[in-house]
């Protein structure tokens, strides 16, 4: 897919290098991957602790104050202590919860989570693995994560969480047709499913503007079915504190709670880092046509960072939504999806096909 | 004659149970006590069908205390902190029924100036609790944000009323005959400059929250309850007049300066969740133009007419007087047995307790997100309702 | 005051009540219209103060009891309003302390359905014809009335 002149990015992943050290010392090989397993379990406590804050920063600001400010410089050191408090919160099961599906559920969810962020192309030299069939196990997984709702749902043995969990299984069912059509203009535009392949299928340009609108289009709707996937406002009826307690998570407390807690903020990390691979170029630098200086001074900036930038974007608009919306009902929202999108996913999805068709692209491929 | 006494558990016997795995089945849910819609401590019992409520049963009295046992014992001065406690976001109204109709009871005649006073805090109070309520709203169906900007400027008048009376939230400041204190010297200078405050911010309401999509879905053509209902269920206040009914005690029986003073009832023509929501935003920019009028010229005169200690003892009779609050009309009703400076009984007719039966009659047939909105846009305050 | 508002004085309104039921008397000492209503005559005394055009009372602003120990009577009040007319009218009525029953409204007025399950809850008074009689405020198996004048408890502060 590359053009003529245009510098080849060369991806190299963990999983790939691990390859490499297993034919001759295998060891070496063991010890890296374990290595990369704890710097992703390091990376979600991180990650999880920094989106928190950031979170709570960023609405406190929305909303005229200041949020944290007690521990550590402008409160910085809140996430760590919130961390201590869940750690050390004593963990209450219901006497007729159902045990065993109470506990699997925030861990399903949590695991979920995880195994996306291992595909996810940071960068072309950090990615654990490029999965032959990325965009395919991006959509499995996403459908997966439903089930920990619904299991913390069921085994709460509360009416209200029964609800909360029944509401998110509806919904995330619904709006995955949408988020996949979405993901299918990409898949389509790249003629590749592997992550880092539609990355580098972006070297000219980013999806989101290179196709008469319909990236725009396709990435309104995947950022709307995303948002309802990982029930945030204005789609959070699954918790829906005033209306359901909580949802799903009522009856959850201390590490488990903090689990699923952990789990929706890296879950919003995780769709604005697909979001960000599919249509805003993953770690690729801007180019503008043949601006070749400006081109040239976008690429002296490492594809790491860009891969953040982007992300910090995509997630500070995530948050926007949040701080602003109300929340819609559970009717509406099935309206919103099956009259609506839907029918504008699959339109989007044919004029896509005509594009590629006739080659209609502001940019050469 | 017979009489049939029920329980709340015999109400509340489950409903007929399935007999196959596949027949569905109605359930009971219990909002509240302790729930965030109850705003407080008000317990609501919902017969649901999967999502769509079938029966609404209230049950109040968390925080019945007894008010009204309670006045028996007290004379009128000792009444008015009692009051404070039922609605304690129409403290000073709450204040003013019980001043008012002792004060037509005793024969007492106040002067202007108290009256103008007891008008312009009324009318700010109103405001400070249209916009909690607007807060209020906005976090019960999801928009956070709201709620904080709705404390950022309920506290600019609350330290007005801080600064004035010495309390925030339980004034104790409208007396028989008179004010507890008179007004700051700088009182007419803040209250100003805290109008053109709040003018434009009312509008800021209006973009935040009013236009948005999200939220017209959630209240328009919901929860919708006809003039002839509401005037049967006894709703008064804003639930009335959103229902299309020009009821407004401070137009159609003015007490204080409200028949001197220039602003439009403002009412709706549906009734549905919409109507009262816009109702209550009409209303304070109502309450502002109410106050902006009486302001800027203040009558001199004595802020008590009576001698603060004078011991009130009105004759023989009933009595009941009534002002409008921020949720509807309050009336105090007083039977005096002529001797002794308590009341022989004293009731309050509270808008809340009133107000709250109409959700039995608008709910059901809706679903659970819809009686957030209902129950939010009926503005219930639970102390007033349990007393 | 109240009564002064309408478009009847006090006066003209306790009369043409009168006149509709005969049976009924004026109420002294009170600060607006006020009549006394026999038990027996109640229910059609409130339909009629309803439906007539002349009086059209179509909102029940309040409905409460006075315990006139005493006496050995309760005095159950009904404040009514009219929305069209504008005027106030005070229906009072004697009923016997030892065995307080008497017709519901509910049937006139829906809101009577709640004010009359106060009452009995803080009262004792049996409403006869009410199809959800239960405490409003107290538990169900609250022992004795609070409001009567002679309740006590043991946790009363000021013991009757």
């Known amino acids: ?365 | 004659m017979s009489v049939t006494v029920r329980t709340l558990s015999e109400l509340l016997m489950p409903p007929s149970v399935a007999d196959s795995p596949l027949s569905t089945q109605e359930y009971f849910v219990n909002m509240g006590p302790q729930h965030p819609i109850a705003h407080g401590s008000l317990r609501i019992v919902l017969l649901l069908d999967g999502e769509t409520i079938r029966k609404v049963i209230p049950v109040p009295g968390y925080v019945h205390r007894g008010i009204e046992k309670m006045c028996e014992h007290m004379n009128y001065r000792k009444i008015i902190p009692l009051t404070d406690r039922m609605d304690y976001l129409s403290a000073l109204m709450n204040n003013w029924v019980v001043a008012r109709t002792v004060e037509m009871a005793a024969g007492i005649e106040t002067n202007a100036r108290i009256e103008t006073i007891r008008t312009i805090m009324s009318e700010l109070q109103r405001l400070q609790s249209h916009v909690l309520w607007w807060g209020v709203l906005g976090m019960d169906l999801g928009a956070f944000t709201a709620f904080l900007y709705s404390f950022r400027d309920r506290e600019i008048i609350g330290e007005i009323f801080e600064e004035t009376i010495g309390a925030r939230l339980t004034m104790n400041y409208i007396q028989p005959g008179g004010l507890m204190y008179d007004i700051l010297p700088d009182f007419v200078s803040k209250v100003k400059k805290l109008l053109g405050y709040l003018r434009p911010l009312i509008n800021e309401y209006d973009a935040l929250l009013s236009g948005n999509a999200i939220l017209q879905e959630r209240l328009r053509n919901i929860g919708i309850l006809d003039g002839k209902d509401a005037i049967s269920l006894g709703c008064t206040g804003p639930v009335l007049r959103a229902s299309g009914v020009p009821y407004d005690l401070r137009k159609v029986e003015p007490y204080g300066v409200y028949d001197k003073v220039d602003f439009d009832v403002v009412i709706g023509t549906k009734g549905d969740c919409w109507d009262r929501y816009y109702v209550r935003m009409e209303e304070m920019r109502q309450s502002i133009r109410i106050v902006e009028q009486l302001i800027d010229n203040l009558p001199a005169g004595p802020y008590m007419v009576t001698k603060y200690n004078a011991r009130l003892k009105l004759p023989k009779g009933r009595y009941y007087g009534q002002v409008e609050t921020a949720r509807g009309v309050l009336g105090a009703f007083i039977y005096s047995d002529g001797d002794g400076d308590a009341p022989y009984r004293m009731h309050f007719r509270s808008p809340n307790f009133n107000n709250l039966w109409a959700v039995t009659h608008i709910a059901p047939g809706w679903r659970i997100a819809d009686y957030i909105s209902i129950q939010s846009s009926l503005d219930l305050v639970i102390p007033d309702i349990d007393r | 005051m109240g009564s002064k508002i309408g478009t009847m004085g006090t006066e003209e309104l306790e009369q043409l009540v009168i006149t509709l039921e005969p049976r009924c008397r004026k109420r002294q000492s009170a600060d607006r219209a006020a009549v006394i209503a026999p038990v027996a005559e109640l229910d059609s005394l409130m339909r009629k103060l309803r439906d007539e055009h002349l009086l059209s009372f179509d909102l029940l602003l309040d409905h409460t009891a006075i315990d006139h120990i005493q006496e050995g009577r309760f005095e159950l009040v009904y404040l009514l309003y009219s929305t069209r007319h504008g005027h106030h009218l005070m229906v009072t009525c004697d009923v016997d302390r030892a065995n307080p029953v008497v017709p519901t409204v509910s049937e006139v007025w829906p809101i009577a359905h709640w004010q009359e399950r106060e009452v009995f809850d803080l009262f004792g008074i049996g409403y006869d014809g009410h199809l959800d009689l239960r405490r409003v405020f107290l538990e169900d198996d609250w022992k004795g009335y609070p409001l009567r004048k002679d309740y006590t408890d043991p946790d009363m502060l000021e013991p009757a």
């Open chain 1, 1 to 365: 897919m590359m053009s003529v002149g245009q510098p080849a990015w060369e991806v190299v992943t963990v999983a790939d290098r691990a390859e490499y050290w297993l034919e001759s010392h295998w060891y070496f090989a063991v010890a890296y991957m374990i290595l990369a397993v704890l710097a992703v379990a390091a990376m979600v406590v991180a990650l999880g602790m920094g989106l928190i804050y950031g979170e709570r920063k960023i609405a406190a600001h929305f909303q005229c104050r200041m949020g944290p400010m007690r521990v550590g410089y402008h409160g910085i050191l809140q996430s760590i202590a919130d961390t201590i408090k869940l750690l050390l919160k004593e963990d209450i099961v219901p006497e007729r919860a159902d045990k065993v599906l109470h506990l699997v559920g925030p861990f399903l969810t949590l695991v979920v989570t995880i195994l996306i962020l291992g595909v996810l192309p940071y960068s072309p030299l950090l990615q654990l693995a490029d999965v032959s069939l990325g965009v395919l196990y991006l959509t499995a997984l996403s459908g997966l994560s439903v089930l920990g709702l619904l299991l913390g749902g069921w085994s709460s043995n509360n009416k209200w969480s029964l609800l909360g969990g029944m509401r998110a299984a509806a919904q995330v069912i619904s709006y995955e047709i949408t988020a996949t059509l979405a993901l299918l203009v990409v898949t389509m535009f790249a003629g590749t499913l592997t992550l880092s392949g539609i990355v580098q299928s972006q070297a000219q340009g980013w999806w989101v503007w290179r196709a008469h609108g319909v990236g725009l289009l396709s990435m309104g709707l995947f950022m709307i079915a995303a948002t309802a996937e990982i029930n945030r406002t204005p789609f959070d009826i699954p918790e829906g504190e005033s209306e359901l307690t909580g949802g799903f998570h009522t009856e959850y407390s201390g590490l488990r709670f903090a689990f699923f807690f952990l789990a929706e903020f890296i879950n919003m990390f995780v769709v604005a880092g697909i979001t960000v691979t599919l249509f805003l170029g993953g770690w690729m630098p801007l180019r503008i046509g043949n601006w070749e200086t400006f081109n040239n001074l976008m690429g002296l900036i490492p594809p790491s960072l860009w891969f953040l930038g982007k992300v910090v974007v995509m997630v500070f608009v995530l948050m926007w939504f949040r701080w602003t919306f109300p929340r819609m009902r559970v009717d509406q929202l099935m309206r919103l999806e099956w009259k609506f999108l839907l029918p504008i996913g699959f339109i989007n999805l044919f004029a896509a096909a005509v594009i590629i068709l006739c080659k209609w692209y502001f940019f050469p491929v």
